[in-house]
């Protein structure tokens, strides 16, 4: 019972000391700019703060909501494709995903007032879609993730274990170990080794992420003055993030083939790494706006934004799979583990809350003879982003964030000309959001270019398609750490990925 009871806590205290640790872009992911909600808004480059005039406003500028004469239901589907085309140590992988999701299902209307304007809207949108993807696959001459301290984790006989005990300990505990990646470790040699160091290993896999972010918006504008207007947009944010990456490492170039080698690792094959992770997240924020109209023709918009706060649970877990030339092949979820101290692939948690900086925003909006041009920006310092609340201490990308992120000025412009005759309305827009890490490249900045038409069904029914393409580059740490072998650090990077992304939005609007 007292071997148990050890056992388990030196279970706990591993558990706790290797857990796949967070990174910034855990945050970053709630915090980059949101898709932005209304086809029209959308095919405008989403230059709408100051020219929202539907239910989309509670996305835009709550404000603008006191614009509206009429009432509104409106239903949007969205259909998006993830195209990478990434490059691992001079080879190129092409990987593709495609999704499909309710956009919006939105309704606002006006309120009869004496004078002025009141109206008020509720709406459920689709704010973030994580659904990514890239592959990889080269032969690395220089390191190997088998060899990693990290992945190993070779802090030795720390507990001062009798051998056995050891063994039946890292049998629990170590993936390295269970799948035969390891020497034997013995009195002698306490500490665990491989035969990785020199590389040599085609490295490939597929990573691929899903889920996304939505929000339920509730919201109104009203008058304050002649051509003035405020308003107010409650959001609560609710959604999943899951990831998945197939790691994998092969001895394609017979490495380890020699007369001797007759025990495993020395007859490697091939190992199958497989990562998996799931986030429930949940938030709200809090939106203001305010709307100015000197004229007929010009608009003037701006908007406060507090920050989000989100509530994330996190849950990692890695498992894997081996085979030797000698027709052995080891699994993690197959091998038998000591039930006294618990299973091989434990579900690392860890609950956490990040809270994003504030935004501010502002919008121009000009219009004559059916014809609308709009522009906007918004601001925000995203080197103030902050984890806390934490199971697991994650205070270091605080400091990171300080260090590594900076102040991010989004803006766009669009345009929109009505042709009445025939009850036809074009659009077009482009939208810039730089990369939020400092010292970046341009060819990092997101980059959206949007095209939309809308057609009136009736005097009250208008069907609607846009179209955005959004293209940026961005990088993968596949691995980084200190190597077992030679205690340097190593690392395997997809130092390019060029990615594409197609988004087909259609609306459909009952207005009354």
């Known amino acids: 019972m007292l071997k148990t009871l050890t056992l388990s806590m030196i279970l706990v205290v591993y558990s706790l000391g290797t857990a796949h640790a967070q990174n910034l872009s855990d945050a970053l992911r709630l915090a980059k700019e949101p898709m932005g909600t209304g086809a029209r808004s959308i095919s405008m480059g989403g230059a709408a703060i100051a020219s929202a005039n539907d239910f989309s406003a509670l996305d ?16 949007s589907l969205l259909i998006r494709g993830h195209n990478s085309t990434a490059s691992f140590l001079g080879n190129t992988s092409v990987q593709t995903l495609t999704n499909t999701d309710l956009a919006s299902f939105g309704y606002a209307s006006p309120i009869q007032t004496v004078r002025g304007h009141l109206a008020f809207g509720i709406s459920y949108d689709r704010v973030q879609d994580y659904h990514t993807t890239y592959s990889f696959s080269a032969v690395n001459l220089n390191s190997s993730l088998l060899d990693t301290k990290r992945f190993v984790d070779n802090t030795g006989n720390r507990f001062g274990l009798s051998t056995a005990d050891y063994r039946s300990f890292l049998d629990a505990n170590n993936l390295a ?4 990646l390891t020497h034997d470790v013995d009195s002698a040699h306490p500490n665990l080794t491989t035969p990785f160091g020199n590389g040599g290993l085609l490295q490939s896999g597929t990573v691929t992420e899903e889920g996304g972010m939505n929000a339920l918006r509730f919201g109104g504008g009203i008058d304050v003055a002649e051509n003035l207007a405020v308003g107010a947009t409650v959001n609560v944010f609710f959604g999943n993030y899951n990831y998945r990456r197939v790691y994998s490492e092969k001895d394609v170039n017979n490495i380890f083939t020699a007369p001797n080698d007759t025990l495993p690792p020395d007859n490697f094959q091939s190992a199958q790494i497989i990562d998996t992770r799931s986030q429930s997240q949940a938030g709200f ?71 994003t900086p504030m935004k501010f925003g502002a919008g121009i909006s000009f219009s004559l003879s ?39 000025l989004n803006w766009r412009f669009g345009a929109e000309y009505v042709i009445k005759p025939i009850g036809l309305i074009l659009r077009a827009g482009f939208g ?50 200190e190597s077992l072998s030679t205690n340097k650090d190593v690392s395997a990077i997809v130092n390019a990925d060029d990615v594409i992304q197609n988004q087909v939005l259609v609306s459909f609007s009952f207005r009354f």
């Not at 835009?60 to 239903?75: I, K, Q, R, S, Y």
Request: no cysteine.
């Open 60 to 75: 835009w500028n709550p404000a603008a909501l006191t614009l509206m004469d009429f009432g509104e239901v409106n239903l």
């Open 177 to 180: 170990w269970a799948l035969f």
């Open 285 to 355: 924020s809090l939106k203001l706006g305010l709307l100015a109209s000197p004229n007929d023709h010009l608009r003037f918009g701006f908007t406060f934004e507090t920050p989000e706060v989100f509530s994330v649970e996190d849950q990692f877990q890695r498992t894997g799979r081996t085979t030797f030339r000698d027709g052995s092949s080891h699994s993690s979820t197959d091998e038998l583990t000591n039930p006294d101290v618990g299973s091989l692939n434990p579900i690392i948690v860890n609950n956490y809350t990040v809270t």
């Open 370 to 408: 059916g014809l609308t041009i709009s522009g906007d920006a918004d601001f925000s310092d995203l080197s103030q982003l902050r984890y806390s609340n934490e199971d697991v201490d994650l205070s270091d990308l605080n400091d990171s964030a300080r260090q590594n992120l900076g102040a991010v």
């Open 432 to 481: 810039l959001n730089p990369s939020p890490y400092k010292n970046d490249p341009s060819e990092y900045d997101t980059k959206n270019i949007s095209a939309g038409v809308g057609i009136l069904l009736s005097k009250s029914a208008i069907a609607e398609i846009t179209y955005r393409r959004t293209n940026y580059r961005t990088y993968h740490i596949l691995y980084n750490g």
